[in-house]
């Protein structure tokens, strides 16, 4: 069985591709914000952490959080309260590598996920199997903005890539909160065969 408390997601907006293929950092989308925080907590996630190295775009992040942990929306809605509780914001990755091996003493392993098929990508299976087994491991998952992450990232950054979400149909292009729903439910819902 899978711990999920050993369970961390990332948010990268950098780096990652614009429509035209171009490596860029992207925009804060509010969405995201509030969906991937809920996802987090519905699952059992240790953290989220939302990666934004422009400082504008981090202020904008900073004051949507605010407004849901200490302003209004803290009064108005607990539940969304709640969820930011384990959101940070980062300017780059080491940020999160580094605080999750100082909390747990172990390095995480870095799982890319993408849209696109590629050469040694891991199928959901094994991913499950390998987090299974590897009981004292931690696990930060991280999903791309924009067109997705760069692949020289994913190939030179990360442990594994995971298989993409194919659903049969032509058109691939999922948003990242769908596909970031998509991805826990099939690593970690307790109604898998396996747990």
Not at 58 to 81: E, F, I, K, V
Not at 110 to 135: H, I, N, P, Y
Not at 168 to 178: E, F, Q
């Amino acid at each position: 069985m899978i711990n999920n408390e050993k369970v961390y997601i990332a948010l990268l907006h950098f780096p990652v591709y614009n429509k035209e293929g171009a490596v860029v950092a992207s925009s804060i989308t509010n969405l995201d914000l509030h969906d991937l925080a809920r996802l987090t907590m519905s699952y059992g996630l240790k953290r989220y952490y939302v990666l934004e190295p422009l400082e504008l775009q981090a202020r904008l992040a900073q004051r949507l959080m605010s407004h849901w942990l200490t302003g209004p929306g803290a009064d108005a809605n607990w539940t969304r309260q709640v969820a930011f509780q384990h959101v940070k914001l980062i300017s780059e990755l080491n940020e999160a590598r580094e605080e999750i091996e100082k909390e747990t003493g172990t390095a995480p392993r870095l799982v890319a996920t993408t849209a696109r098929k590629m050469k040694k990508q891991l199928s959901f299976e094994k991913l499950r199997e390998k987090m299974a087994a590897q009981k004292d491991q931690c696990w930060l998952i991280l999903f791309g903005t924009g067109w997705g992450l760069t692949e020289e990232f994913m190939e030179s950054e990360c442990d594994y890539i995971l298989e993409p979400v194919l659903a049969g149909a032509y058109y691939n292009h999922l948003s990242v909160r769908t596909a970031a729903a998509i991805i826990i439910d099939r690593l970690l819902a307790i109604d898998r065969k396996n747990d």
